[in-house]
Nanobody
Framework: QVQVMESGGGLVQAGGSLRLYCKASGRTSRIETVGWYRQAPGKQREWVASAFSGGALRYADSVEGRFTISRDNGWSAVTLEMFSLKPEDTAAYYC???????????WGQGTQVTVSS
């Protein structure tokens, strides 16, 4: 089993920056990918960025060039750095870990990001 916990987030003005942290624990050797998702009020949860065990990094078009995902050698620290934030980036941000073998996914509780105009 894997546990996932987010931290960071908060309130920032448009154009500002924030950093989110995701910590995975437990059987992290089975993790294939860790990703960030977000959900704004009244909207569906959407994918933001992912880091893969092979080293690949992927971004949604809406954040490409503004957000950077990084990880340590394990999965104990997956960081999402967010620059040039916009009001439309306001959402609850969730960290997700998916396992190699079963495809089982584990979610954190989420952390709020609010960007004021």
């Amino acid at each position: 089993q894997v546990q996932v916990m987010e931290s960071g987030g908060g309130l920032v003005q448009a154009g500002g920056s924030l950093r989110l942290y995701c910590k995975a624990s437990g059987r992290t050797s089975r993790i294939e990918t860790v990703g960030w998702y977000r959900q704004a009020p009244g909207k569906q949860r959407e994918w933001v960025a992912s880091a893969f065990s092979g080293g690949a990094l992927r971004y949604a078009d809406s954040v490409e060039g503004r957000f950077t995902i990084s990880r340590d050698n394990g999965w104990s620290a997956v960081t999402l750095e967010m620059f040039s934030l916009k009001p439309e980036d306001t959402a609850a941000y969730y960290c997700n870990a998916r396992l190699y073998d079963s495809g089982t996914e584990y979610w954190g509780q989420g952390t709020q990001v609010t960007v004021s105009s």
